[in-house]
T-cell receptor, first 115, second 112 residues
Framework: DGGITQSPKYLFRKEGQNVTLSCEQN?????MYWYRQDPGQGLRLIYY???????QKGDIAEGYSVSREKKESFPLTVTSAQKNPTAFYLC??????????????FGDGTRLSIL | QKEVEQDPGPLSVPEGAIVSLNCTYS??????FMWYRQYSRKGPELLMY????GNKEDGRFTAQVDKSSKYISLFIRDSQPSDSATYLC????????????FGKGTKLTVNP
């Protein structure tokens, strides 16, 4: 089945540790996104990528890093510089069309907690 | 004023009721409007996707967009317990723009 796979479902981070969240899609979508969801805050954009080897900062990029070496994959690293990393992280993807805005489709998220 | 405002609820209705969920927005450049449904501990699932003003119907769901009032609605007819979820509105501007702006979500419970 086509879709977006995020792993792991749950992740725990120790103080001073970097952790990487995986996102893979087999929808042949060009664009991929990372969001953070906190209770009562809605979804906030961390990073997005429209094509391979290119990505842009979203609204809350500080303390995060990404790479886009393959069309199917867009991993997110939560660095030790992110002081409040506990949240639900969502990856999304969409087709890219210069003339219309294609809807985004989401994975089932990774819940990150601090030990 | 926030770009997108959505009443967080919670909203509790009996099974079979008609549910109305709403968002208002301030950016007149928004042209693409979406509603997502999110079950607990799951990712958002796209329910409705509309362009510009007007109505769109899909089964028990109807999305309405009134650009003159900067107001969008999602109606759920004959609501079911399985509709219990958080509903998120989202919107974006011109074609080719991938950035979505989300409302904070409305939590809906449909009681059997």
């Amino acid at each position: 089945d086509g879709g977006i796979t995020q792993s792991p479902k749950y992740l725990f981070r120790k103080e001073g540790q970097n952790v990487t969240l995986s996102c893979e899609q087999n929808l042949n979508h060009d664009a991929m996104y990372w969001y953070r969801q906190d209770p009562g805050q809605g979804l906030r954009l961390i990073y997005y990528s429209q094509i391979v080897n290119d990505f842009q900062k979203g609204d809350i990029a500080e303390g995060y890093s990404v790479s886009r070496e393959k069309k199917e994959s867009f991993p997110l690293t939560v660095t030790s510089a992110q002081k409040n990393p506990t949240a639900f992280y969502l990856c999304a993807s969409s087709k890219r069309d210069l003339y219309s805005n294609q809807p985004q489709h989401f994975g089932d998220g990774t819940r990150l907690s601090i030990l | 004023q926030k770009e997108v405002e959505q009443d967080p609820g919670p909203l509790s209705v009996p099974e079979g009721a008609i549910v109305s969920l709403n968002c208002t927005y301030s950016n007149s450049a928004f042209q693409y409007f979406m509603w997502y449904r999110q079950y607990s501990r799951k990712g958002p699932e796209l329910l409705m996707y509309t362009y510009s003003s007007g109505n769109k119907e899909d089964g028990r769901f109807t999305a309405q967009v009134d650009k003159s009032s900067k107001y969008i609605s999602l109606f759920i007819r004959d609501s079911q317990p399985s509709d219990s979820a958080t509903y998120l509105c989202a919107m974006s501007a011109q074609g080719g723009s991938e950035k979505l702006v989300f409302g904070k979500g409305t939590k809906l419970t449909v009681n059997p």
